[in-house]
Each structure stands twice: as C-alpha cells, then as structure tokens.
C-alpha cells in the first residue's frame, strides 16, 4: 500500500529532472558579453586608480567610459533577465546575474564618482578665480 503512494513522487522527481537537463536549461546569459565587460571594467579600473584623475581630460574621459559601460552592463543584465526567465530554477539565475552586476557596478560607480568629484572641484575653482578677477577690478 505505501509503495502507491511512492508512484507520483517517482514520477514528480523524474519530471524536475528532466526540466533541469532540458533545453530551456539552455537559454543561460550571454557568456562572451559578460566576459568582455568584465575585461573592460577591470582595465578601466587599472587605468583610474584611486586619486589618479587629475585632469578635467582625464575626468571626462573616465566619465564617458564608464557610462557607456553602464549602459552595457544595464543591457547584458536585461538580456541575462529574459535568459533567466526561462529557466527552471529562476530565482538561482537572477541572483547569480544581480551579484555579477553588483560586483562590476562597485567599480564603474567608483570611477564615475571620483571622476565628477574632480569636476566640480575644478569648475568651483574655476569660479572662485573668475570671481576674484571681477573683484580685482
């Protein structure tokens, strides 16, 4: 009487298993855009170590790189969302690619921030000294 009720957990678990080799278990995200993200994201950072922008230059090239990584880390994430969707463990997958994201994002936001610190250091100065010329006359 108990192997009865065995029957539909056999079958249940052998139809998990066949979810999880099946080819929607395919669909994982983008693998090479991931890595070259990640490449770019960890030269940009060799580049602009901390207190290394020192020119309005420097600052507004860091700048412009990094939100045009944003904008392709914020792509690939899409992407890797819908991939995810299919899958069958799909909260697994979203937290693998939010914390891969999160890990990239640590260092795009440190760049950009300092990037704009410099900035509006240097348009305040830039100020300061326009406003002590018009005072010198």
Excluded at 43 to 71: F, M
Excluded at 86 to 105: G, M, P, S, W, Y
């Amino acid at each position: 009487m108990k192997s009865f009720y065995l029957v539909p957990v056999v079958y249940f678990a052998c139809a998990i298993c066949l979810l999880a080799v099946s080819p929607f278990a395919a669909a994982t995200p983008d693998q090479t855009e991931w890595n070259a993200i990640a490449a770019a994201t960890k030269e940009l950072d060799a580049r602009y170590q901390s207190d290394t922008i020192l020119s309005i230059e420097q600052a507004e090239s860091a700048s412009l790189e990094t939100n045009a990584l944003q904008v392709r880390l914020q792509n690939w994430y899409s992407r890797s969302e819908r991939a995810c969707r299919e899958l069958f463990f799909v909260n697994d997958c979203l937290a693998d690619i939010k914390r891969l994201r999160r890990t990239q994002t640590l260092v795009l936001n440190r760049v950009s921030i300092e990037a704009k610190a410099l900035q509006r250091k240097l348009h305040i100065q830039q100020l300061d000294q326009d406003l002590q010329q018009k005072q010198m006359k």
